[in-house]
């Protein structure tokens, strides 16, 4: 280098003497010129030369740059130094530099950012860019974004043109099924019949006459063929003093047979062995023949259903325990034509020790409807869940056609119809009613026959008018109250199950349709021979006599009566509780066991006493005002006074020791139950199934891939909002990290002279990569998470009623994934597409693609399992606070991964939480993806910044491929064990 300095006084004096070159220049076609400036060594202009120094001064070759005589340094790729370059400038946007000698404009159809040393082609036919572009113009990334839109759009319209199809052929299918009588005379003519069975009291003046009306069912209680209506003629019932009343029951006695069934002639004899109170308190014996009949009768038949009597707790224990030892008869050889269930002493006791059920004895027939009635907390509800195996059995025995059982093993012939109308409300009635046929009737039924089905079923249910309407919900209307619990009943009856238990069909409606509901499944027990339980609060006189029989419970779980309906009334009048000629029977049956009405005979009279008088009554004991008492607390206290006397001994480290036992159960069966459901997946596959053959896992998968895509093309609006959220997520990521770039690492001379302040910050590049990363794993997590929200959360009580009637739960979660899928897919291409459109990447679209379906997919399992474990109002708080805690936090960002990993940092001892993190991974390949695009020298090894390597590309992938499987899994894990009891 030739060089003849000369000092200079100042350096502001050197300043000046610098020369700043505008270098070559570009005119783009909207007119504007960009240069690209250079800063020369001072003697490169001569007239500067002559006015500020005498004397010549230093030059440089291209290439390099020198700041003194001496100082030549190689200029670094990316940079552009021309001859006589004092300090090296990157190589300036809409240029690319070859190498840091040379300079020439970016060509048309690549663009050139600024550093660029090889020009960035264009994608081609989605982007333009002209002869110095330093970003490419992706206008054309607008259609690519709105094409699946408007695909999704033209799917949607074809999917509803086929369906109005379907309709079509489905009115000519429903009007080939419907028989001459419709469902308004099946309504009327049942109005009619009931009519004839009236049981009101009917009062004039100071005396009454009453038409009591007393059926003895002997094929419900006796094993017999016929039953008989008694109706007493009119009586007269005195009062003789406030301490009791006096019965005198005369004229005539007419046998009136029940509709449908042959008269049986009856004589009437005394019960012997049973004194009444209301004599007993007056001293006076006044025989009254067709009273006596009536409850001889009555408890004739009890006493045959309840074949064995009851027994105390350890003799039930023993027999419980002997039916689990026993052996058990193969449920599949049994004739499940229909179903005689028998339930006996049954006991059930919470983890505190409190008996919830206790002595529960009785039977449910084919034909009949069982009512069962009780005050709030009686365990109504606590019966069926005993009933069918979601409870665990204290002690006591269920009998099905005469073998030990639960209704467990029977699930796919059991119909449990739930209090609150659990179905989809988004699809049409006709659809909801297919799915279930599809799934639970018997694989050896053709299509054409499943749908023949369902039209008789609409057709029974009088929903022939709405079968193709959606069934509607708070926001959307649709269907009415009384027409979804019919709809609720139907889902079950196109199952064609033996069994049909309901939890109170008639709560929440009006008088009419609660009657309108009770004579439907009256007509279904009786028409199909099936066995019918519904637990039913406060019914109407009409509804009430929709019922056979009634099993009444108190407060404490223990049976208050049980036993033909109409025999009731006639008991409690026997006990001397007399209806008052305002109210009607169920309700002053539910006054009585509520202790409302008082006993005048006994005015020391409480609830219990009416569980002690059943016993009593049971047995043909006779039942005293002196004895009542002692009865109470024989049969009541016994057991309260012996939880008392152990809890004193060991108090709450029994209780304590309970608790801890019920628990483990309970996780025990939990996970029992998961690997049932396995196996049963598995061999449903290969076995044959011995009770009813039902569609196999593959076709139940089939069919709910069917019904997810219906719920899609039924709400087209939500689908199409979730696409746009996507796209315009990925258009503000790409509008804020549009001028976020990745520039060099300045030479260490140039470093070395910057002021301290600064020195730092200039010996690192501005690497501005890694929020890329960060900002697109926040807006991936959030829209992911709140799209998938919506898949198992909204569902979870369906895909409890349809567990419990043998829906394999891992078929329907394939289903939903499968469908999800898609979605996803979708999802990530919108969001990409977004991403594009402002943002200059240097990797490839299917590359960035790839990553973001990867991390989609990872966010949609956590948005399962969070919709599943939490209520759908919390869900978009947790979804933010996840979002923000992985794409923040974890992510190796703030705190750098570089710190973490630093044995001697406070968050290395913690570090397992980065590994696990699926950002971490995500921002290091979108980082690699990005650097490898680009030429600077600090760029070209194999160990970069934040600790990240190129050879971790590979390994990342299998590492979120391996979070995305275990994230599928625990959320299949997390809808199997949540609420594991209303699976069963």
């Known amino acids: ?17 610098l020369v700043f070159s505008k270098g070559p220049t570009i005119t783009r076609s909207n007119g504007d010129v960009i240069n690209c400036p250079s800063i020369l060594t001072p003697g490169s202009n001569s007239a500067s030369t002559e006015t500020k120094f005498s004397g010549e001064f230093w030059k440089c070759p291209a290439g390099s740059f020198c700041q003194c005589p001496t100082c030549e340094e190689r200029c670094p790729a990316g940079f552009y130094c021309p001859a006589n370059t004092f300090q090296p400038l990157y190589c300036c946007p809409g240029f690319y530099c070859p190498d840091p000698s040379s300079i020439a ?105 009453l038409s009591l009306s007393f059926a003895l069912d002997q094929s419900g209680f006796a094993n017999g063929t016929a039953a008989d209506r008694l109706e007493v003629g009119q009586g007269t019932w005195l009062s003789a003093d406030n301490r009791g009343v006096a019965v005198d029951l005369g004229n005539t006695l007419k046998a009136v047979p029940e509709a449908g069934t042959p008269a049986v002639a009856s004589t009437a004899t005394m019960v012997n062995g049973f004194s009444s109170p209301l004599r007993s308190m007056h001293g006076r014996e006044q025989e009254n023949s067709v009273m006596a009949e009536e409850l001889r009768k009555t408890k004739q038949d009890v006493e045959l259903s309840q074949s064995q009597p009851p027994i105390g707790d350890g003799a039930a224990h023993a027999m419980n325990t002997k039916m689990l030892n026993a052996p058990r008869c193969d449920p599949a050889a049994q004739d499940l034509s229909s179903l005689t269930v028998e339930f006996k002493n049954l006991c059930f006791r919470l983890p505190s020790g409190i008996k919830a059920m206790q002595g529960v004895t009785g039977n449910m027939q084919p034909g009949r409807v069982l009512a069962i009635m009780g005050p709030s907390g009686a ?26 059982h639960t209704l467990q093993p029977f699930k796919k012939l059991v119909g449990y119809v739930p209090q609150d109308d659990i179905m989809l409300r988004d699809i049409p009635v006709y659809d909801l009613l297919l799915h279930s046929a599809r799934l639970r009737l018997p694989a050896s039924w053709c299509e054409r026959e499943r749908r023949q089905r369902v039209l008789e079923v609409v057709e029974f249910l009088g929903l022939s008018g709405v079968m193709y309407q959606k069934v509607g919900d708070e926001r959307h209307r649709g269907i009415s109250g009384g027409q979804r619990k019919r709809v609720n009943i139907g889902m ?32 279904i027990a009786e028409e199909n021979s099936m066995t019918v339980a519904a637990i039913i609060h406060s019914p109407s006189a009409s509804t009430f006599r929709q019922f056979h029989d009634l099993l009444l419970l108190s407060t404490s779980g223990q049976v208050v009566y049980h036993g033909p309906r109409k025999g009731a009334r006639a008991y409690f009048a026997q006990l001397g509780f007399v209806c008052p000629p305002t109210q009607s029977i169920p309700d002053f049956i539910m006054d009585v066991v509520a202790g409302k009405v008082p006993l005048s005979w006994n005015p020391d009279f409480t609830v219990v006493d009416l569980i002690a008088y059943w016993e009593k009554w049971k047995k043909g004991e006779q039942i005293t005002v002196h004895d009542s008492r002692k009865v109470y607390e024989d049969m009541v206290y016994r057991d309260a006074k012996t939880r008392k006397k152990e809890s004193q001994k060991i108090g709450w480290l029994k209780l304590w020791w309970i608790s801890l036992v019920w628990r483990w ?39 709910c891939v069917k019904r997810t895509l219906l719920q899609l093309s039924c709400n087209p609006a939500k689908f199409m909002i979730h696409l746009f959220v996507h796209a315009f997520v990925g258009f503000f990521i790409s509008l804020v990290v549009s001028q976020v770039e990745y520039l060099g690492q300045l030479p260490y001379s140039i470093c070395r002279l910057s002021p301290a302040a600064l020195r730092e910050v200039c010996f690192h590049p501005i690497d501005a990569l890694q929020r890329i990363g960060v900002l697109m794993s926040l807006g991936v997590l959030f829209s992911g998470i709140m799209a998938s929200s919506t898949t198992f959360g909204p569902e979870l009580p369906i895909f409890w009623r349809d567990s419990r009637s043998g829906m394999l739960a891992l078929s329907y979660f394939a289903a939903k994934l499968s469908v999800d899928l898609v979605r996803m897919t979708i999802g990530s291409l919108m969001c990409g597409l977004g991403i594009s459109v402002a943002w200059g990447y240097r990797s490839t679209f299917v590359q960035i693609w790839g990553m973001l379906w990867m991390l989609y997919a990872v966010a949609w399992a956590v948005g399962y399992v969070l919709s599943i474990f939490f209520p759908p109002d919390s869900v978009s708080l947790l979804g933010t606070f996840v979002s923000i805690l992985f794409g923040l936090v974890l992510s190796g960002s703030v705190p750098s991964l570089s710190v973490i990993m630093n ?21 290091e390949n979108i980082y690699l993806l990005e650097t490898a695009g680009r030429d600077w ?19 990342n992938i299998i590492r979120m491929g391996i979070m995305i499987v275990c994230s599928f899994t625990l959320a299949f894990t997390a809808l199997k064990l949540r609420g594991r009891n209303h699976q069963k």
């Open 1 to 17: 280098m030739d060089s003849n300095t000369t000092a200079l006084a100042t350096p502001e004096e050197f300043a000046e003497a």
């Open 105 to 209: 404009a970016c060509p048309e159809g690549s663009f050139c950012p600024v550093g660029t040393v090889n020009p960035v082609h264009c994608t081609k036919y989605w982007s333009t860019c002209e002869a110095g572009s330093d970003k490419p113009v992706r206008v054309m990334y607008f259609i690519p974004l709105t094409l699946p839109i408007v695909l999704v759009s033209l799917i949607f319209t074809i999917k509803t043109v086929n369906w109005r199809l379907k309709l079509r052929s489905g009115r000519r299918l429903l009007r080939s099924v419907r028989g001459s009588q419709t469902a308004e005379n099946g309504y009327w003519k049942a109005i009619n019949e009931s009519e004839s069975d009236d049981e009101a009291c009917n009062y004039e003046l100071g005396n009454f006459s």
């Open 379 to 404: 365990g109504k509800t606590t019966f069926f869940s005993l009933l069918t195996g979601k409870l665990l059995l204290t002690s006591g025995n269920i009998i099905v056609n005469g073998e030990y």
């Open 492 to 523: 079950e009856l196109v199952a064609n199950p033996q069994v049909l238990l309901l939890d109170e069909p008639t709560s929440g409606l009006d008088s009419s349709t609660a009657f309108e509901v009770a004579n439907l499944f009256r007509r």
């Open 665 to 703: 159960r309970e996780s025990v069966d939990w996970v029992r139950d998961l690997f049932a459901e396995l196996f049963s997946f598995i061999a449903a596959i290969f076995v044959k199934e011995r009770i009813r053959k039902t569609p196999n896992a593959l076709l139940v998968f089939w069919y």
């Open 903 to 923: 044995p001697k940092s406070s968050y290395y001892p913690i570090r397992i939480l980065w590994e696990l993190s699926p950002t971490r991974y995500f921002v």
């Open 937 to 955: 020298e600090e760029l070209q090894g194999d160990k970069l910044r934040h600790t990240y390597n190129r050879h971790n590309w590979k390994p």
